[in-house]
């Protein structure tokens, strides 16, 4: 694994960012972004927020271009 676990917090919540998530998890991070984004979709009950386990969020790339990532909470992981 090439990066720490790096969490931070986000709002009061700690975090990880998903394309941390993604290498430690050897996983590409478009992949992992399909998968969060089922789990998105499974969290329907009244009693479960999704944004207690995924928080949408953007970073830039090298080309400078914004693409979508996840802050991840504990939940989530």
Known sequence: MSKELEIFDFGGKPVVDSRVVAEWTEKQ???LMRDI???E???TSPSLDS???FIPSTYRD?????RACYL???KGC
């Open 72 to 74: 991840i909470t504990r």
């Open 41 to 43: 979709d499974a969290l």
């Open 51 to 53: 944004l207690d386990f």
């Open 29 to 31: 991070h478009k992949h």
């Open 37 to 39: 984004r089922g789990y």
């Open 62 to 66: 090298a080309k400078g271009e914004e």
